[in-house]
């Protein structure tokens, strides 16, 4: 299993380091590189830095309550947005949701490249965001990311220790529900995950 994969986790303890901007550059960088339908590249990030006490609070205040007991001490916070119709024939964009999280997932595995963590949050005021951020009306707010070092010690992930459906129960094989036979053991050897 692939390293970056493994480590990732949804963390809360974040070391108040500041991320550097060459990195804070990386991230969108690896997000812009995501495939899209029509290549629209339907997203739009709004990111605020600890610093910058007076927008890291904006974010920080659309956080639900249990949210920001955590995010409050990361040193980035972003919000992603996607554009609902697609610029070329402006038609709506069936993908735009779909396309964001691409790119929050190129965004999350390049941070771990660089040792940073994020967090995503569907648990914020998607209504107030709109305002508080001047979001166009043509594009929905999707999700908050709460990046940073992490705080405690990595310890080594034990792939088992996750709390996941096993794959029979969501990988079919000639029809819906019909769960696909994958040798276990060929597949874990030749990942070398033992
Ligand atoms: C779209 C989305 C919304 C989420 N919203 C929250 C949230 O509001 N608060 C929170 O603590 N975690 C949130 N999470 C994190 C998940 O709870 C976490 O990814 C899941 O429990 C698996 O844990 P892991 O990421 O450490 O593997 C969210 C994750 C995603 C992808």
């Known amino acids: 299993m692939n390293k970056i994969i493994l ?7 974040y070391s108040q380091i500041a991320v550097e901007d060459e990195k804070i550059h990386l991230l969108f960088k690896a997000a812009s590189l995501a495939p899209s339908s029509y290549n629209e590249q339907p997203w739009s990030f709004i990111m605020a830095r ?8 904006n974010l920080l205040s659309l956080m639900s309550e249990k949210n920001k007991e955590w995010a409050k001490d990361a040193p980035l916070i972003v919000l992603a ?20 999280s691409s790119a929050v997932a190129n965004l999350t595995y390049q941070a771990l490249s660089m040792d940073l963590y994020v967090h995503q949050i569907g648990g914020f005021d998607v209504h107030r965001a709109k305002t508080a951020l001047n979001i166009p009306d ?6 908050m990311l709460v990046i940073g070092y992490n705080a405690e010690q990595v310890t080594k992930t034990n792939i088992h220790s996750r709390i ?18 994958i040798n276990n053991e060929v597949l874990l050897i030749s990942s070398g995950d033992k």
């Open 7 to 13: 480590e990732r986790k949804s963390i809360k303890k």
């Open 50 to 57: 600890s610093n910058d006490l007076q927008n890291f609070n």
């Open 81 to 100: 947005a996607a554009k609902r119709n697609l610029t070329i024939i402006d038609k709506p964009n069936k993908y735009y949701f779909y396309d964001v």
């Open 138 to 143: 043509e594009y929905e707010p999707v999700v």
């Open 164 to 181: 996941r459906k096993p794959i029979s129960d969501f990988v079919f094989e000639k029809k819906f529900g019909n769960p696909a036979k």
